[in-house]
């Protein structure tokens, strides 16, 4: 079985082994459904491209905060490709930083221009 670390911290802080064993169990779910209907990584053969739109990601205000377990959630498939675009960071980038720590050190991002106003994120 898999081990998320910062899964199981936020879970134990809260005494909720049926949420983590939830979490986990749906975490496992997820990577067999990816591992069926995602084509394989290789390195010298495949290059897998996703784009996303995490809508109002990191903006606190009309949705919240994502919720760990999302986040654990949002790594898994954004591990499974090689580069990820992701739409809708706003200027907070507090749950990109915490997706982020879940991904690891051999994970990095590029941040672009943002268009201001109601006309953009």
Sequence with gaps: MPYYPSLFETFAASDDREGA???ADGLLRL???LKRDLPPRTVSETLLLATWN???FG???KY???LPESL???AEIVSRFDLVAI???HQNLHDLKRLMRILGDWWSYIVTDVTPGRSGN
């Design 72 to 74: 654990q959630y949002i």
């Design 87 to 89: 739409q809708e960071v």
């Design 31 to 33: 990577r067999n459904r």
């Design 59 to 61: 903006r606190n205000q």
């Design 21 to 23: 064993k939830r979490a």
């Design 64 to 66: 919240g905060s994502r």
């Design 54 to 56: 995490l809508r109002e």
